[in-house]
């Protein structure tokens, strides 16, 4: 039996690649439609291209040969002999399925830096705001700001317009002079083009204004501070001014989930943009026999280069070759991706939007100051003896927030880079969805 | 559209629709505050929405730390930020 974990699109690209070729497959996903992030939805997807998105949701629920196990939170899985037992939960009810082969298509969060204020209520990363929007049909506040980095900024403020929220101001901190550096990437990706004219259409359409070379640097309940940034996110001195908002919804690119291959031992490694993500070959094998990795997990690369992982990653799953013109749409995909890495850089600019008492772990309510205390005079060498002293990253989110940020700090405290090694061992973690002691010990719920 | 459901949270009344999370359909109706933290008693509220961060706990029917922005809220359903 074949197993995907993540639906997603990648997730949904190769179970729709295994059925088309007469196998039977399951996709165990965790929320309670298939579609993942980026295809979240109530009744239809909508957005640019969703027809795209319609067809394999609709396969996946009508082919006999797709089973769609929604709600289904993995835990751990582990290898016996020459299977793999995936254990999840269900509302709170333990179960095992096992799998001769797994396609894992976990995909990724939003990145999240630390400023003045991003404790508070009304502030949010993007994709909280497009999830209560898509997945639930609630406006994230009345005047919103969206702010940060990469392209996944433009469904956000356009959806929240369109659904008659008022956007206040669309930040991006980078210039789009950067997509200069990438000629090949974008003449190898003419559909970009039209993607961004129904984008520009759009923000037209809602009168939305959008600034570059600019960042939320600062909340307070009903008002946000903006400031001009330099493109390694340095504020520019005196460029700060005060605007009125309830809801910042502000992300910095995307962090690949990497917690479950890594506990099947999947070969990993650090990419361009210092995401930890695994390494495959081009046909999706992961270094583990029988495990295909595809889509954020890989690299982040946005949903078209999903897709085509996806279906790569299922057609070799069941030994159909690989179509040299589907090879080639990978290869322009990826540097697209790539170019998507050099136009919307994360520098470390950031470090100084915190104040002292910012809390840099909100799980643990770590703040800036025990983080630096915990280098001068503790004398933590690194993030992980840093984490020990402070309790950073030991909450309940496992370090998914703020780990990297914390190794980011402890680095600039010493005058070091982050190491491939550190990086690798913060994206890690023994547990992939945090669950309670009861149901770890007896398999079912503590009610 | 179906019957609304009703829940309380805190101790008040609030209504939602069907498949809507328990942060949603306190959003929507203006509460935005979820829960206190432990050390500072600061107020945190929805943060990453899917289900990453565990900012916005809390207890649903006696059952400690479910993320509000996953759980669906159902008929008659007992939410209160602490337990």
Same mark, same amino acid.
């Given at each position: 039996?074949?197993?995907?974990?993540?639906?997603?699109?990648?997730?949904?690209?190769?179970?729709?690649?295994?059925?088309?070729?007469?196998?039977?497959?399951?996709?165990?996903?965790?929320?309670?439609?298939?579609?993942?992030?980026?295809?979240?939805?109530?009744?239809?997807?909508?957005?640019?291209?969703?027809?795209?998105?319609?067809?394999?949701?609709?396969?996946?629920?009508?082919?006999?040969?797709?089973?769609?196990?929604?709600?289904?939170?993995?835990?751990?899985?582990?290898?016996?002999?020459?299977?793999?037992?995936?254990?999840?939960?269900?509302?709170?009810?333990?179960?095992?399925?096992?799998?001769?082969?797994?396609?894992?298509?976990?995909?990724?969060?939003?990145?999240?830096?630390?400023?003045?204020?991003?404790?508070?209520?009304?502030?949010?990363?993007?994709?909280?705001?497009?999830?209560?929007?898509?997945?639930?049909?609630?406006?994230?506040?009345?005047?919103?700001?969206?702010?940060?980095?990469?392209?996944?900024?433009?469904?956000?403020? %356009?959806?929240?317009?369109?659904?008659?929220?008022?956007?206040?101001?669309?930040?991006?901190?980078?210039?789009?002079?950067?997509?200069?550096?990438?000629?090949?990437?974008?003449?190898?990706?003419?559909?970009?083009?039209?993607?961004?004219?129904?984008?520009?259409?759009?923000?037209?359409?809602?009168?939305?204004?959008?600034?570059?070379?600019?960042?939320?640097?600062?909340?307070?309940?009903?008002?946000?501070?903006?400031?001009?940034?330099?493109?390694?996110?340095?504020?520019?001195?005196?460029?700060?001014?005060?605007?009125?908002?309830?809801?910042?919804?502000?992300?910095?690119?995307? %962090?690949?989930?990497?917690?479950?291959?890594?506990?099947?031992?999947?070969?990993?490694?650090?990419?361009?943009?210092?995401?930890?993500?695994?390494?495959?070959?081009?046909?999706?094998?992961?270094?583990?026999?029988?495990?295909?990795?595809?889509?954020?997990?890989?690299?982040?690369?946005?949903?078209?280069?999903?897709?085509?992982?996806?279906?790569?990653?299922?057609?070799?799953?069941?030994?159909?070759?690989?179509?040299?013109?589907?090879?080639?749409?990978?290869?322009?995909?990826?540097?697209?991706?790539?170019?998507?890495?050099?136009?919307?850089?994360?520098?470390?600019?950031?470090?100084?939007?915190?104040?002292?008492?910012?809390?840099?772990?909100?799980?643990?309510?770590?703040?800036?100051?025990?983080?630096?205390?915990?280098? %001068?005079?503790?004398?933590?060498?690194?993030?992980? %003896?840093?984490?020990?002293?402070?309790?950073?990253?030991?909450?309940?989110?496992?370090?998914?927030?703020?780990?990297?940020?914390?190794?980011?700090?402890?680095?600039?405290?010493?005058?070091?880079?982050?190491?491939?090694?550190?990086?690798?061992?913060?994206?890690?973690?023994?547990?992939?969805?945090?669950?309670?002691?009861?149901?770890?010990?007896?398999?079912?719920?503590?009610? | 559209?179906?019957?609304?459901?009703?829940?309380?949270?805190?101790?008040?009344?609030?209504?939602?629709?069907?498949?809507?999370?328990?942060?949603?359909?306190?959003?929507?109706?203006?509460?935005?505050?979820?829960?206190?933290?432990?050390?500072?008693?600061?107020?945190?509220?929805?943060?990453?929405?899917?289900?990453?961060?565990?900012?916005?706990?809390?207890?649903?029917?006696?059952?400690?730390?479910?993320?509000?922005?996953?759980?669906?809220?159902?008929?008659?359903?007992?939410?209160?930020?602490?337990?």
């Amino acid at each position: 039996m074949i197993l995907v974990i993540g639906g997603g699109p990648a997730g949904l690209a190769a179970a729709v690649a295994i059925a088309r070729n007469g196998q039977e497959v399951t996709i165990l996903d965790s929320a309670p439609r298939a579609g993942g992030q980026y295809w979240r939805h109530r009744t239809r997807v909508d957005g640019y291209k969703s027809e795209k998105s319609a067809m394999y949701l609709q396969e996946v629920a009508q082919n006999p040969l797709i089973h769609f196990i929604s709600g289904a939170n993995v835990w751990s899985a582990s290898r016996v002999k020459d299977r793999f037992a995936i254990n999840y939960l269900v509302s709170g009810n333990e179960l095992t399925i096992t799998a001769q082969k797994l396609i894992l298509a976990t995909g990724a969060f939003d990145r999240s830096l630390p400023f003045a204020g991003w404790e508070l209520p009304g502030v949010m990363t993007p994709g909280a705001a497009q999830s209560l929007l898509k997945g639930h049909g609630v406006l994230a506040g009345r005047r919103v700001i969206v702010a940060g980095t990469g392209p996944f900024l433009l469904p956000v403020a %356009t959806g929240i317009a369109a659904a008659g929220g008022t956007v206040v101001g669309l930040y991006e901190a980078q210039s789009p002079l950067r997509w200069a550096l990438s000629p090949v990437a974008l003449l190898l990706n003419p559909s970009k083009f039209a993607e961004l004219l129904y984008y520009a259409k759009q923000v037209r359409k809602y009168r939305i204004r959008i600034q570059f070379g600019k960042g939320v640097t600062a909340f307070d309940t009903h008002s946000a501070v903006v400031s001009r940034l330099s493109s390694d996110l340095e504020v520019v001195a005196g460029s700060e001014e005060k605007i009125e908002c309830d809801v910042v919804a502000v992300g910095w690119g995307f %962090t690949p989930d990497v917690t479950l291959g890594g506990i099947l031992g999947c070969a990993q490694k650090v990419d361009l943009d210092g995401t930890v993500i695994f390494n495959v070959d081009q046909n999706q094998r992961s270094s583990q026999k029988d495990i295909w990795i595809a889509g954020e997990a890989t690299g982040i690369g946005g949903s078209d280069l999903a897709l085509v992982e996806g279906e790569i990653a299922g057609l070799d799953c069941v030994g159909i070759g690989i179509s040299p013109s589907l090879a080639f749409r990978k290869i322009r995909k990826t540097l697209f991706a790539r170019a998507l890495q050099k136009s919307y850089p994360v520098g470390n600019g950031w470090k100084k939007w915190s104040r002292n008492t910012t809390k840099i772990c909100r799980c643990e309510e770590v703040s800036l100051q025990d983080i630096a205390d915990s280098v %001068t005079d503790l004398g933590a060498f690194d993030s992980r %003896t840093a984490k020990l002293f402070t309790r950073a990253g030991m909450g309940l989110c496992q370090g998914r927030i703020c780990s990297r940020n914390v190794s980011e700090i402890v680095a600039g405290l010493q005058g070091c880079q982050v190491s491939d090694n550190e990086r690798i061992g913060y994206s890690n973690r023994p547990i992939a969805t945090p669950i309670s002691l009861g149901e770890l010990s007896d398999g079912k719920s503590t009610k | 559209m179906s019957a609304p459901i009703n829940f309380t949270f805190n101790g008040s009344t609030y209504s939602g629709e069907v498949g809507q999370s328990i942060a949603a359909a306190l959003i929507s109706q203006d509460q935005r505050v979820l829960r206190t933290t432990r050390f500072d008693e600061a107020p945190r509220s929805i943060f990453c929405g899917i289900g990453i961060c565990f900012d916005c706990v809390v207890v649903v029917n006696g059952i400690a730390n479910q993320r509000s922005c996953l759980v669906e809220i159902t008929e008659g359903a007992v939410i209160v930020s602490k337990q």
